[in-house]
């Protein structure tokens, strides 16, 4: 009953480096969502999609990409890592319905140094 | 003006007690809403989802008001374990996207 599985569960990069977070669900949801939380913040959304191949921008997309070529895997790409993107990410899955809640992972903990 | 705000606490609550809280929204896009609870550093997790008529789950009561904007949560006989940051979320629009809000820490002390 694996749900939404994120890897890695925790990071540390250097400015500029790039790297991919990971998003699978197996619960067959057409929406994807990724989200980030600042220390004592609400989630903001960067990207999500409603379909394979279909992806859109959310409130804060600048720095990040998405792709999402199969119903169960979203990745999030980071190219160029600055401080300012040390956050938590959490990637979210659901149903378009509208009392359909979204499902989240576990997380990942993205620290820039 | 966010779209989803909450007083962020704390709430200070005494075990066994009856705590509640709202948030209001401005969203007019957001047509479902849902409280999350959050542990820290945990992801959130749906506790209920909120109707017009109001609706109980256990010990929580959730209320939405949409003449005048706002969501309620009344948690009743407090437990310990009820301790963590309690977030109101608006779901609606484009890829019914989830809208946030900051989130209410509640405290239960023995």
């Known amino acids: 009953n694996a749900g939404v599985t994120q890897t890695p569960k925790f990071r540390i990069l250097k400015i500029g480096q790039s790297m991919t977070l990971q998003c699978t669900q197996d619960?067959?949801?057409?929406?994807m969502y990724w989200y980030r939380q600042d220390p004592g913040m609400g989630l903001k959304l960067i990207y999500y999609s409603v379909g394979a191949g279909i992806t859109d921008k959310g409130e804060v997309p600048n720095g990040y990409n998405v792709s999402r070529s199969t119903t169960e895997d979203f990745p999030l790409r980071l190219e160029l890592a600055a401080p300012s993107q040390t956050s938590v990410y959490f990637c979210?899955?659901?149903?378009?319905?509208?009392?359909?809640?979204?499902?989240f992972g576990d997380g990942t903990r993205l620290s820039i140094l | 003006r966010k779209e989803v705000e909450q007083d962020p606490g704390p709430f200070n609550v005494p075990e066994g007690a009856t705590v509640a809280f709202n948030c209001t929204y401005s969203?007019?896009?957001?047509?479902?809403f849902f409280w999350y609870r959050q542990d820290c550093r945990k992801e959130p997790k749906l506790l209920m989802s909120v109707y017009s008529s109001g609706n109980e789950d256990g010990r929580f009561t959730a209320q939405l008001n949409r003449a005048s904007q706002y969501i309620s949560l009344l948690i009743r006989d407090s437990k310990l374990s009820d301790s963590a940051t309690y977030l109101c979320v608006g779901k609606g629009g484009a890829g019914n996207k989830l809208t946030f809000g900051g989130g209410t820490r509640v405290l239960v002390k023995p």
């Open positions: 979210a899955s659901g149903y378009p319905g509208g009392n359909q809640p979204q499902h």
């Open positions: 969203n007019s896009a957001s047509q479902s």
């Open positions: 619960m067959n949801h057409n929406y």
